[in-house]
């Protein structure tokens, strides 16, 4: 059964911390993986990783994929209050790009 | 319109009820799809229209959801014969030509009592 692991589930740290969320996969016929940040309503886009090996990064985000190991990282440097969200993790299969399959989040909280 | 639009946003219903929930997609997006978040778990897909294509109708729970797309625009879920279970955030999304990324709605959060 295809499924999608995060890992931790929450997480507290402070202002300034730099912190590195996981995800690890096992799907048949993966296309892609996408990271999305939830905070009280509509998940918003971060990234997209279709290939192993090549780091997005948007400001402080920045997230990479090992097609290999079958896992994404998403780190945040610099943490911010605003940074305090839901991060959830999704995977795309090849030919069935409507049936995202999603893990079950890591709640992020940012303490001052 | 600038994002996904659900309607309501908030929806309380007494069980056995039907409930209908809107979602008007991102101007352009071919693709719409329904997604559904309980307390606590990861987003569970229920169905997925692209274009004029018959919809992948696999992630519906029961017979008593249904959803349809008129104009290849919005669409609407309906939930017959509401249960206590099926209390949750649904959310609507949208894409272009049917590929990621899905661009989210604010959700319907509905409550049955």
């Known amino acids: 059964e295809d499924k999608v692991v995060q890992s931790p589930l929450s997480l507290v740290v402070h202002e300034g911390d730099t912190v590195t969320l996981n995800c690890s996969y096992e799907v048949t016929n993966f296309r892609s993986l996408l990271w999305y940040k939830q905070e009280k309503k509509a998940p918003t886009f971060l990234f997209m990783l279709?290939?192993?090996?090549i780091e997005k990064k948007s400001g402080r985000l920045s997230s990479i994929l090992d097609k290999k190991e079958l896992f994404s990282i998403l780190n945040i440097t610099a943490t911010q209050t605003g940074d305090s969200a839901v991060y959830l993790c999704?995977?795309?299969?090849?030919?069935?790009?409507?049936?995202?399959?999603f893990g079950q989040g890591t709640t992020l909280q940012v303490k001052p | 319109g600038a994002g996904v639009s659900q309607s309501p946003s908030n929806k309380v219903t007494e069980k056995g009820k039907d409930v209908e929930l809107r979602c008007d997609p991102i101007s352009g997006h071919t693709a719409l799809y329904w997604y559904r978040q309980s307390l606590g778990q990861g987003l569970e897909f229920l169905i997925y229209f692209q274009g004029n294509s018959a919809p992948d109708k696999s992630g519906l729970p029961s017979d008593r959801f249904s959803a349809e797309r008129t104009g290849g625009s919005v669409s609407t879920l309906t939930i017959q014969r509401t249960q206590q279970e099926d209390s949750a955030v649904y959310l609507c999304a949208s894409s272009l030509e049917g590929r990621p990324p899905l661009h989210f709605g604010n959700g319907t959060r509905l409550t049955v009592t």
């Open positions: 279709t290939s192993s090996g």
């Open positions: 999704a995977v795309v299969r090849s030919g069935n790009t409507g049936k995202l399959i």
